[in-house]
C-alpha cells in the first residue's frame, strides 16, 4: 500500500508559480507511475500531468502543456508538479495518485491509490 502526502498549495496571484509536492510512503513508489488531477467546485476531476515510473516520460493535459512540469524523485520518493503563468482558471483541489499501470493515463478510475488534496487558489 501506499500513501501519499501533498503539499505546496496555497493563494498566488495570475501569472505566478507554485511547486507542488507528493511524498509517498513505502519502498514500492518507484513501481508506479505518478499522476497529477485537479477538481475545481462543481466539476469533475480532471487529468493535469503524469510520468511513467522511470521518469523517462510525461504527458500532460492540453491546458497545462508549456505551463507545468511533472517530475519525480525516486531516492526521494516524491513527484513535483512545478505550475507556472498561473490563471485564475487553475483554481482547484490538486490531487496525486499512484497507478500500477505502466503508463500515466488520464482516467482517475486507473489509479490505485490518492492523497488528500491540497488548495491552490489563483486570483485575478
Known amino acids: 500500500q501506499v500513501q501519499l502526502v501533498e503539499s505546496g498549495g496555497g493563494l498566488v496571484q495570475a501569472g505566478g508559480s507554485l511547486r507542488l509536492s507528493c511524498a509517498a510512503s513505502?519502498?514500492?513508489?518507484?513501481?508506479?507511475?505518478m499522476g497529477w488531477f485537479r477538481q475545481a467546485p462543481g466539476k469533475e476531476r480532471e487529468f493535469v500531468a503524469g510520468?511513467?515510473?522511470?521518469?523517462?516520460?510525461?504527458n500532460y493535459a492540453d491546458s497545462v502543456k508549456g505551463r507545468f512540469t511533472i517530475s519525480r524523485d525516486n531516492a526521494k520518493n516524491t513527484v513535483y508538479l512545478q505550475m507556472n503563468s498561473l490563471k485564475p482558471e487553475d483554481t482547484a483541489v490538486y490531487y496525486c495518485?499512484?497507478?500500477?499501470?505502466?503508463?500515466?493515463?488520464?482516467?482517475?478510475?486507473?489509479?490505485?491509490?490518492w492523497g488528500q488534496g491540497t488548495q491552490v487558489t489563483v486570483s485575478s
Open positions: 513505502g519502498r514500492t513508489f518507484s513501481s508506479y507511475a
Open positions: 495518485a499512484a497507478t500500477r499501470y505502466s503508463y500515466p493515463g488520464s482516467s482517475p478510475g486507473k489509479y490505485d491509490y
Open positions: 510520468i511513467i515510473r522511470s521518469g523517462g516520460s510525461t
